[in-house]
Nanobody, 124 residues
């Protein structure tokens, strides 16, 4: 059974850091793309960063580039999202998801397995 479990969310002050983790199981980690997505209240879900654990290639949506860093520990089947300089606009539920090669990191099309999400709240 494919499972993705996020953790690390919480309440943080603006300007502070937070690290999210996504532990994957039930599939060959290196053969897929793992993405981080978020959805704020009243807004559509958006992709923010993706990584191909097999190749190490990464993608970042423009608003988070330079502030967020995605990485993977293939031995632990875990993808991390290090978030620095957090802003109130980063408040959302963050999800990790598994996609096939070529899945669209911006829209989430092609990502077919999702975690339950973890809440990130940034106070100003």
């Amino acid at each position: 059974e494919v499972q993705l479990v996020e953790s690390g969310g919480g309440l943080v002050q603006a300007g502070g850091p937070l690290r999210l983790s996504c532990v994957a199981s039930g599939f060959t980690f290196e053969n897929f793309v793992i993405g981080w997505f978020r959805q704020a209240p009243g807004k559509e879900r958006e992709g923010i960063s993706c990584i191909s654990p097999g190749t190490g290639s990464t993608y970042y949506r423009r608003p988070v580039k330079g502030r967020f860093t995605i990485s993977s520990d293939n031995a632990k089947n875990t993808v991390y999202l290090q978030m620095n300089s957090l802003k109130s606009g980063d408040t959302a539920v963050y999800y990790c998801a598994r996609g096939a090669d070529g899945a669209d990191c911006n829209s989430g099309v092609g990502f077919n397995s999702w975690g339950q999400g973890t809440q990130v709240t940034v106070s100003s």
